[in-house]
């Protein structure tokens, strides 16, 4: 098993241009979620899932889509970006009910 | 709402010492913790877990401690080597993280 799979593991993109960061797990895992973490602020959730077709947001949405076509895939739109989205993104999939997450190695993302 | 947070933003150690990393909840509801341990440059990974029922779990030279009575959760690392050093988080649930403590290990 690959566990959590992100791609890129680095983007620079400037302001105002759109992006999909990929995340693909293998585990079968019907929850995931994407988070950012920035220094001092620990990980803040984005956006997660609960199962195919299920989306919902977390704590810091805005300018963020998501959709779960798939059981095994999750990515993360950024539709203009903006300075303020610099940061590492990290995806995480586990199973349901009390269970550990699993993460990605993330993507380290800069928005000049 | 739940918040989980940690008390320290940064502990060092000397090799070989125990650690303590401590961490506070909010929301007496939350029937399941975690503590994740992330190491430069990769995403955090699971390191225990404890559910409500529980007063204490142990792993290998880890255990996690839970005062449900005063909302607490440590995580306590035995015989503390380099390759400890890392920010650990604690968690709630599946969507609550702290702000992490970086444990330094001094050789």
């Known amino acids: 098993n690959a566990g959590v799979t992100q791609t890129p593991k680095f983007q620079v993109l400037k302001t105002g241009q759109s992006m999909t960061l990929q995340c693909a797990q293998d585990?079968?895992?019907?929850?995931m979620s994407w988070y950012r973490q920035d220094p001092g602020m620990g990980l803040r959730l984005i956006h997660y899932?609960?199962?195919?077709?299920?989306?919902d947001q977390g704590e810091v949405p805005n300018g963020y889509n998501v959709s779960r076509s798939t059981t095994e895939d999750f990515p993360l739109r950024l539709l203009s970006a903006a300075p303020s989205q610099t940061s590492v993104y990290f995806c995480?999939?586990?199973?349901?009910?009390?269970?550990?997450?699993?993460f990605g190695n993330g993507t380290r993302l800069t928005v000049t | 709402g739940e918040s989980v947070g940690l008390h320290l933003p940064t502990l060092s150690v000397q090799e070989g010492d125990n650690s303590i990393i401590n961490c506070a909840y909010s929301?007496?509801?939350?029937?399941?913790f975690i503590w994740y341990k992330q190491e430069s440059g990769k995403g955090p990974q699971f390191i225990i877990d404890?559910?409500?029922?529980?007063d204490k779990r142990q792993g290998q030279r880890v255990t996690v401690l839970l005062n449900k009575t005063v909302k607490h959760l440590s995580l306590q690392i035995a015989a503390t080597q380099p390759g400890d050093s890392a920010v650990y988080f604690c968690?709630?649930?599946?969507?609550?993280f702290g702000q992490g403590t970086e444990l330094s290990v001094k050789p």
């Open positions: 995480a999939s586990s199973d349901r009910g009390n269970s550990p997450l699993h």
């Open positions: 585990m079968n895992h019907e929850y």
């Open positions: 899932s609960v199962g195919a077709g299920i989306t």
């Open positions: 929301n007496s509801a939350s029937d399941y």
């Open positions: 404890i559910r409500s029922n529980m």
């Open positions: 968690g709630g649930g599946k969507l609550i």
